[in-house]
């Protein structure tokens, strides 16, 4: 027997029916609300408000609960790979060996970019951003697969630009930062596994070998399977409104980069390692740096703190807070700064203010220090949560086709001037 809710307005009543997801999770539909009663909700930031039903992740914030298609990202953390979570994400299962191994084939026969690429990349300028450099030279890949422009083809031809894409992005992101440092690119080489063929790209240089650091590619590899999906958050959900438009698959990638690069989601990761170095460089007084956080006047915020549904702690913080440690150990790095990010955490979570407001390190609290110890770049950091993020962002965008959801498109309330006549500027 379906629930419903019953709502009271101006002398009458509206019943509601109640969805229940398989995790018990409830919500209104509320699709009848306005031709039935004339309202519409409102709730900016769409902190209460559900966009969809998705299948993919399921995450609690309260009991700090993070599971890709049913599996623990604990368990999948420690015992998968990133291309098996790849799998897994955008096609519903756990692939056989059978099924892996002709993904991983498929992913390596399209790592290569047109040519034509390259001098789009050396279009921009050694200073900027790479993840600025990303989403264009992603946006640009619908110039050499104009086919991948129509999603509503066949289902072959959609695997096919989920394939390229996949294998694709590690060599554009490795090529940003190439274009950053103004070193000439390196190729991919198919012989190596997704991690290390990402990391020759990046460190390598076209004239001499490079041996990738298994330390390195393994830890790599484990912050992408953290990093891959996160259900509805604002890049998923941006990747999603730009697909329900039925832009292509580039285009919505595109736009996701574009959106995880702000500082208050992926873009915390280059912030929080700004802010501990700022602190360091203080003179190391932490305290300080605690009260401005608290200081309504200011607005300076804990950077890798907080986060709109983890209220308790964000499991991924935690398994990456154990690995830095090993990382650090393993490679015989010692980083200031983790000191810091430590005392950090210790004071804040003592702290009133961050204990009543749910205030815990998040993914990005972190993950910047293991990508400093891997020799990444600070503004590199967010280009790593996009190469993690991209499997969730394909997996999220096939659904919402599949499911061949509406366009999204919000109402809103005007709050602007009632009808007013036009006055002639001489009058003005
Ligand atoms: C990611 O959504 C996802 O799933 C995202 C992500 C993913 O995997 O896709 O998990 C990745 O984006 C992680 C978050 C990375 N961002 C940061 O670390 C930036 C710092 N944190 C915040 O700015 C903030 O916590 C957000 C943006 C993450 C969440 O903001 P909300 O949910 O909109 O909460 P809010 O801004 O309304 O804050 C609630 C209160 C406010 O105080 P009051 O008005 O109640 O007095 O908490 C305060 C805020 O001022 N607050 C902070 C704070 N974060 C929130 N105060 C100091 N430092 C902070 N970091």
Same mark, same amino acid.
């Given at each position: 027997?379906?629930?419903?809710?019953?709502?009271?307005?101006?002398?009458?009543?509206?019943?509601?029916?109640?969805?229940?997801?398989?995790?018990?999770?409830?919500?209104?539909?509320?699709?009848?609300?306005?031709?039935?009663?004339?309202?519409?909700?409102?709730?900016?930031?769409?902190?209460?408000?559900?966009?969809?039903?998705?299948?993919?992740?399921?995450?609690?914030?309260?009991?700090?609960?993070?599971?890709?298609?049913?599996?623990?990202?604990?368990?999948?953390?420690?015992?998968?790979?990133?291309?098996?979570?790849?799998?897994?994400?955008?096609?519903?299962?756990?692939?056989?060996?059978?099924?892996?191994?002709?993904?991983?084939?498929?992913?390596?026969?399209?790592?290569?970019?047109?040519?034509?690429?390259?001098?789009?990349?050396?279009?921009?300028?050694?200073?900027?951003?790479?993840?600025?450099?990303?989403?264009?030279?992603?946006?640009?890949?619908?110039?050499?697969?104009?086919?991948?422009?129509?999603?509503?083809?066949?289902?072959?031809?959609?695997?096919?630009?989920?394939?390229?894409?996949?294998?694709?992005?590690?060599?554009?992101?490795?090529?940003?930062?190439?274009?950053?440092?103004?070193?000439?690119?390196?190729?991919?080489?198919?012989?190596?596994?997704?991690?290390?063929?990402?990391?020759? #790209?990046?460190?390598?240089?076209?004239?001499?070998?490079? =041996?990738?650091?298994?330390? /390195?590619? @393994? *830890?790599? $590899? !484990?912050?992408?399977?953290?990093?891959?999906?996160?259900?509805?958050?604002?890049?998923?959900?941006?990747?999603?409104?730009?697909?329900?438009?039925?832009?292509?698959?580039?285009?919505?990638?595109?736009?996701?980069?574009?959106?995880?690069?702000?500082?208050?989601?992926?873009?915390?990761?280059?912030?929080?390692?700004? #802010?501990?170095?700022?602190?360091?460089?203080?003179?190391? =007084?932490?305290?300080?740096? /605690?009260? @401005? *956080?608290? $200081? !309504?006047?200011?607005?300076?915020?804990?950077?890798?703190?907080?986060?709109?549904?983890?209220?308790?702690?964000?499991?991924?913080?935690?398994?990456?807070?154990?690995?830095?440690?090993?990382?650090?150990?393993?490679?015989?790095?010692?980083?200031?700064?983790?000191?810091?990010?430590?005392?950090?955490?210790?004071?804040?979570?003592?702290?009133?203010?961050?204990?009543?407001?749910?205030?815990?390190?998040?993914?990005?609290?972190?993950?910047?220090?293991?990508?400093?110890?891997?020799?990444?770049?600070?503004?590199?950091?967010?280009?790593?949560?996009?190469?993690?993020?991209?499997?969730?962002?394909?997996?999220?965008?096939?659904?919402?086709?599949?499911?061949?959801?509406?366009?999204?498109?919000?109402?809103?309330?005007?709050?602007?001037?009632?009808?007013?006549?036009?006055?002639?500027?001489?009058?003005?």
């Amino acid at each position: 027997m379906s629930k419903t809710a019953e709502l009271h307005y101006d002398g009458k009543s509206y019943q509601i029916p109640v969805v229940e997801g398989t995790e018990n999770e409830k919500a209104l539909d509320i699709s009848r609300i306005r031709a039935e009663s004339g309202l519409i909700t409102l709730d900016k930031g769409f902190k209460n408000t559900g966009s969809t039903e998705s299948a993919i992740t399921f995450l609690n914030g309260e009991e700090g609960i993070l599971r890709y298609r049913g599996y623990a990202i604990e368990d999948l953390a420690e015992k998968s790979s990133f291309i098996e979570v790849a799998f897994l994400l955008i096609y519903g299962e756990l692939p056989t060996t059978e099924e892996l191994k002709d993904f991983q084939e498929r992913i390596v026969h399209h790592t290569l970019v047109h040519e034509d690429v390259k001098s789009i990349l050396d279009g921009f300028p050694s200073k900027a951003h790479p993840m600025g450099v990303l989403s264009s030279l992603v946006s640009s890949l619908t110039a050499f697969y104009p086919k991948s422009l129509d999603p509503n083809r066949s289902k072959e031809q959609v695997d096919g630009t989920i394939i390229r894409i996949l294998a694709k992005l590690p060599t554009l992101a490795a090529w940003s930062y190439k274009n950053r440092m103004r070193q000439p690119v390196v190729y991919p080489n198919n012989n190596l596994d997704y991690c290390s063929n990402f990391l020759r #790209m990046m460190f390598g240089l076209p004239t001499e070998e490079f =041996d990738v650091n298994p330390v /390195v590619s @393994k *830890a790599l $590899d !484990k912050l992408l399977i953290l990093h891959a999906d996160h259900e509805q958050n604002c890049s998923a959900s941006t990747v999603r409104i730009v697909g329900s438009s039925h832009a292509s698959l580039y285009a919505s990638v595109s736009a996701g980069i574009a959106a995880l690069w702000g500082p208050l989601h992926g873009g915390a990761n280059q912030a929080v390692i700004e #802010m501990l170095e700022a602190i360091r460089k203080d003179g190391g =007084d932490i305290s300080k740096y /605690v009260a @401005k *956080a608290k $200081d !309504k006047s200011d607005s300076f915020r804990l950077m890798g703190f907080g986060h709109r549904v983890y209220k308790n702690f964000d499991p991924r913080a935690t398994i990456i807070k154990k690995a830095a440690d090993e990382v650090l150990a393993e490679l015989g790095v010692k980083d200031p700064v983790l000191d810091i990010a430590k005392q950090l955490e210790e004071i804040a979570l003592k702290d009133e203010y961050f204990v009543a407001r749910g205030l815990y390190p998040n993914v990005d609290f972190y993950s910047g220090i293991i990508y400093r110890a891997l020799g990444i770049p600070t503004d590199m950091f967010t280009v790593m949560f996009a190469l993690g993020r991209l499997p969730g962002w394909v997996a999220q965008w096939k659904e919402m086709r599949e499911n061949n959801e509406p366009i999204g498109r919000p109402r809103q309330v005007y709050q602007g001037h009632t009808r007013r006549d036009y006055v002639n500027i001489a009058n003005r």
